[in-house]
């Protein structure tokens, strides 16, 4: 087998709540040196043991010197983070000849159905990356979960702390769900394998997708967790209906209008429509979960910090949660 192994990754987005668990993940390995590339002027806290380097998007030398050296980049932006942002990075990326890359293109595994704006950037996205020469990598992982539970009714439907949900059609439709968490463990787990030789190692992954997750999990199931946790029935829930199709008819008129709430209903009613094959890729296609010994999770435990998330006040669009 190959002893050859990844020492050096750069995280573009470190200070974010995906990059963050990318980071911590990886430190606790104790195999890696990690760079964290932030914005220049950026208030965000890097995880311990991560260098900071402060860098200008704008500025391609300077990128291009906080890469080199480094092995693997992992990218993630924010979904308001312009195209061209990502499109600089790897152009910098490519001039400091950095071999393998994950681009930003979590999510669900990439069909054929390029009319939907967030998958027509994710493949660009993938595309630019491979066109840089480097080695390609992507973690479908599907929604995370606490992120979408949390963050208010035009994601998962729910507001916790108004007791309600919107259930789309009859609410039992099952997607793959992964935790921040499960994210961090699958790339340091498969950082931490040899690059090449026998299975598994990275090279079985070069061009092509880490599918992993946490839950495979419905709206029905989440609200059970939810009484579980809070000590709830559906008696002290208001629950109402809504067709999928027609969420996302409604949320693309608000895109139209340039709301973000609108994306939302568009992104997550269409994972939710019962016609889409890869919601619940979990069950119908290969995942890495076993290759990387990745931990069954409680669905409860996951619920819990959710709703302590909630409670403490955590909203990154100020939506009614």
């Known amino acids: 087998m190959s002893t050859n192994f990844i020492s050096k990754v750069a995280i573009i987005g470190a200070t974010g709540r995906i990059g963050g668990a990318f980071a911590e993940a990886l430190v606790k390995t104790g195999k890696h040196t990690i760079t964290g590339l932030t914005r220049e002027g950026s208030d965000g806290v890097l995880p311990e043991g991560v260098n900071g380097v402060p860098v200008n998007y704008d500025d391609e030398t300077c990128l291009v010197n906080a890469m080199k050296g480094h092995q693997f980049l992992v990218i993630t932006l924010g979904a308001r983070v312009e195209e061209e942002v990502h499109k600089k990075i790897l152009a910098a990326a490519s001039k400091a000849e950095i071999p393998y890359i994950m681009p930003n293109a979590y ?56 007791r309600k949900v919107t259930f789309f059609d009859d609410g039992k439709r099952v997607i793959t769900v992964s935790t921040w968490n499960q994210c961090g463990r699958a790339l340091a787990a498969l950082l931490s394998l040899p690059e090449s030789g026998a299975s598994p190692s990275i090279a079985d992954y070069l061009n092509n997708e880490v599918r992993i997750y946490s839950f495979r999990v419905s709206q029905r199931d989440m609200l059970d967790s939810l009484h579980r946790v809070l000590g709830t029935t559906d008696a002290d829930w208001e629950i109402t209906y809504e067709p999928a199709a027609q969420r996302i008819k409604d949320g693309a008129a608000e895109m139209a209008q340039g709301s973000i709430l609108g994306f939302g209903k568009v992104l997550y009613g269409g994972v939710f429509l019962a016609s889409n094959e890869l919601s619940d890729f979990a069950n119908t296609m290969s995942t890495a979960n076993d290759a990387l010994d990745l931990p069954v999770e409680e669905l409860d435990e996951a619920t819990k910090r959710t709703v302590e998330m909630v409670e403490g006040g955590w909203n990154p669009f100020n939506f009614p949660a």
Request: charged share 20%; glycine share 10%; hydrophobic share 35%.
């Open 107 to 162: 999510g669900y595994p990439l069909g054929h159905d390029t009319e939907i704006v967030y998958t027509k950037s994710v493949i660009q996205r993938v595309k630019d990356t491979r066109n840089t020469g480097a080695a390609c990598i992507t973690l479908p992982c599907g929604f995370w979960y606490e992120w979408s539970l949390a963050t208010g009714e035009q994601w998962f439907g729910f507001r916790i702390n108004q």
